[in-house]
């Protein structure tokens, strides 16, 4: 009734290709996935993901985490991810933590707090540098004292 599968004849996991949740498709609950998924439905719920693109049609409401993500459609939560492409039809009501990359094309609604998470790492020596500069400038603009010496008028 059932094959059994011989040593030499194991079957192995294909992470090539990419899952979609089609327009007339609607997911009740959290979306876990070691793979790359496409989302043109409506998800209610959590993804946890590795790559995502929200299509125009898609929506999703609840949190995003990934490690790629480009949004066209709906998000209502938040995202967190490495690399982040807001596409100019996106609609975003949330807050947007990335890692690396923020890519926002012109014409996207966002409403949310955006912030870049550095992970724990400590100054670059960039950022070390502009605050050098900053601290050399305020020191420049004090402001020097005037000294008014008043004549008297002849009378």
């Known amino acids: 009734m059932f094959n059994k599968l011989k040593n030499s004849e194991e079957k192995k996991l294909n992470h090539s290709g990419r899952s979609h949740i089609g327009?007339?498709?609607q997911l009740e609950g959290d979306l876990r996935t070691s793979g790359s998924i496409d989302v043109a439905g409506l998800i209610n719920g959590n993804m946890f993901v590795t790559e995502t693109i929200i299509k125009d049609t898609g929506s999703l409401r609840g949190s995003l985490e990934a490690k790629t993500v480009e949004i066209y459609g709906h998000v209502e939560?938040?995202?967190i991810a490495d690399v982040v492409?807001?596409?100019k039809t996106a609609v975003i009501k949330g807050d947007i933590y990335f890692k690396e990359t923020l890519k926002t094309e012109e014409g996207a609604d966002i409403d949310g707090y955006i912030k870049r998470s550095n992970n724990g790492k400590l100054n670059s020596e960039e950022d070390i540098a502009i605050e050098e500069i900053v601290e050399r400038k305020?020191?420049?603009k004090k402001p020097k004292p005037i000294h008014v010496v008043q004549q008297k008028k002849a009378v």
């Open 77 to 79: 939560g938040k995202i």
């Open 138 to 140: 305020e020191n420049l």
């Open 23 to 25: 327009e007339t498709m």
């Open 85 to 87: 492409i807001v596409g």
